[in-house]
């Protein structure tokens, strides 16, 4: 995912599109609609991962808790749109955006539930809307010119239900089409509807330059989109369904410590949002040296673990002196786990301390400066520039999304980039305020010299 919009969505009543860059910091007074935006990512991973019978899952134990869509829907409006964008591969040195608008609506028949209403899909300069109706029938409106009554199941895959042909249905003129691309009658690489896919209306119409073909182009290659609409959301939203199970959320209320935690065969391949496996996934470490260097080398302490008689203690060992977790204050103990979620979102596969460990490629952290002194705040701010580096310079595609109050935080960042540490095009901040209790959302950013540009006099005072 790289681009996000949310439309009366909790306070939001537009959000436009929000570009998620490797580090990505939402800032706002309480109240303004940072962390309904963030926990959007969340939302969406546990909807993903469940049987359910709308879109979306508000609720669930141990996951974020929106209520339901009447709670969740701007007050006083009838629909939430959530928008989304992401790159398919068109070929090895190619992408092309494809851009998602879905219309989630109160579901009149069923009192309680939700459903999709609407998608609108853009690519390659090409405009696709489905209307879902009643009796499982959708229209479907191709480039506004071709319109087809379609079948939708009640099964709902992620985020879509899946669309199907009444009867076998058969692109006009399709035959002559693979005829006229062939070469002297032999084989043609465009032998199925799919092996369009990624060719513009453009493209479509140079491979027919200086061929014999009968019929209309833009209705052919109208149809031909028709004919892979239905594979082709498939494959977008099995590409979304890996992306959002490789979320890893930490929310702002982490786990109290605690002298003994006791022994549970909790997940150990990412730390839990409130950080409660914490204890059992560095007792799970196979090898912590690697993870205390980073914290010997940047915050002089080293993190241990003691298991016994079926529990485990954790230690503090600061100048070789250990100290139970507990006693250090609650500072280490929030900190810790937006450490581990960092190393591990960092290391690669070869060198995971879990041989099946699950990857993040998105990282969200709200608040990660709770309990912690402006210096180790602004620390903390160096630990997130360093992933967000290892991001550009390895050339992946993930991303950090960071919510965040304190100022020291972002003095690190802007400090970073006038240091040359990371470059101003790959951090965005947004800036959330209210007004009559709508939020408004202004994009911002750092300047060369590290301070932040388009932004209110006194905002952090």
Known sequence: MDKIRLINFRNIKDSGEI??????????KNG??????????????????????GPLLWYRDKGVDFGDFSTTVRKGCEEIKIGFSVNCNKNVDQTYEVKFLITIVSDKQEDGYDRIGHVQLSFLGNEISITYGENNEALVIVNNT????MQYSDITYNLFPYLTFEREYKVPGFSELRNCLSDKGNYSRYYDYSDFLGISFNEFQNLLTDKEYGYNVINTYNSILLGYLSDFIMSVSMRLSYEIQSITYLGPFREAPQRYYRRQNLA???????????????????DKS???SRLSDKYKIKLESESHFGQISLFINKHGKRTNIIDT?????????????????DVTKSDSPFPFSDKADLLCVEQPELHLHPAMQYTLGESFVDSASQIVNG???????LETHSKSILDAIGNAVAENKINVDDVAVYLFETNNGIAEITKSSFNDDGYLTNWPLGFLD
Not at 32 to 53: D, E, M
């Open 19 to 28: 570009e998620l860059k490797p580090l990505t910091i939402l800032v706002g």
């Open 32 to 53: 303004s609609g940072k962390s309904s935006f963030l926990r959007l990512f969340p939302l969406l991973q546990q909807s993903f991962l469940s049987a359910k019978k």
């Open 329 to 345: 204050g609650f500072g280490y103990s929030q900190l810790m786990p937006v450490l581990l979620a960092l190393y591990m979102f």
């Open 268 to 286: 150990t391949s990412q730390i839990n949002m409130d950080g409660s496996n914490m204890a059992a996934f560095v007792n799970a470490m196979k």
């Open 290 to 292: 690697k993870f205390n």
């Open 395 to 401: 050339r992946s595609y993930k991303k950090i999304l």
């Open 146 to 149: 071709l319109n087809y009554k």
